[in-house]
């Protein structure tokens, strides 16, 4: 395992474009919300986990990359709130999915704060409105 492996923000930059490429085949991406404990990483298989609420983004999911100074930081452009909840329950991780139905991009963590994507509430009541007030994407320069 690498120890102190690097990448210029350059090649971070690129990375960043190039994933958010991937997260806009198709028409929208959409962010999946579930409870539940969130698989080993965004190949595992879903076991036993309730979609809470799915959020449409823009046709072009990112704005960016910025440099931070130790990442490239994509941050989401305009992301559409779920209306109407699908289900009840404590909303644990997301998905992205290149559209409905669509491919797996990636997972992470969602809260009220400190989490990869913050929502509003993660206390979730099927039927209500669910929207995330903020996110982004990091791209790690280096250690």
């Known amino acids: 395992m690498a120890k102190a492996f690097s990448v210029t923000n350059a090649v971070a930059s690129s990375m960043a474009n190039a994933f958010a490429s991937a997260t806009d085949a198709g028409t929208a991406a959409i962010i999946v919300i579930y409870s539940g404990?969130?698989?080993t990483n965004a190949d595992a298989s879903l076991a036993g986990n309730t979609v809470l609420?799915?959020?449409t983004c823009s046709g072009?999911?990112?704005t960016g990359p910025t440099d931070t100074g130790s990442a490239a930081r994509?941050?989401?452009a305009t992301i559409t709130p779920d209306s109407s909840a699908d289900n009840?329950?404590?909303a644990t991780f997301f998905r992205i999915l290149t559209q409905a139905g669509?491919?797996?991009i990636c997972q992470g963590t969602v809260g009220t704060s400190d989490a990869d994507?913050?929502?509003n509430t993660v206390a979730i009541t099927a039927g209500s409105t669910v929207q995330i007030t903020s996110g982004t994407i990091d791209i790690p320069e280096g250690p």
Request: hydrophobic letters at 50%; glycine letters at 10%; charged letters at 0%.
């Open 102 to 104: 669509g491919t797996v």
């Open 60 to 62: 072009t999911a990112f």
């Open 74 to 76: 994509l941050t989401f």
């Open 117 to 119: 994507l913050i929502l």
């Open 37 to 39: 404990t969130a698989p």
């Open 88 to 90: 009840t329950g404590t």
């Open 53 to 55: 609420a799915q959020l």
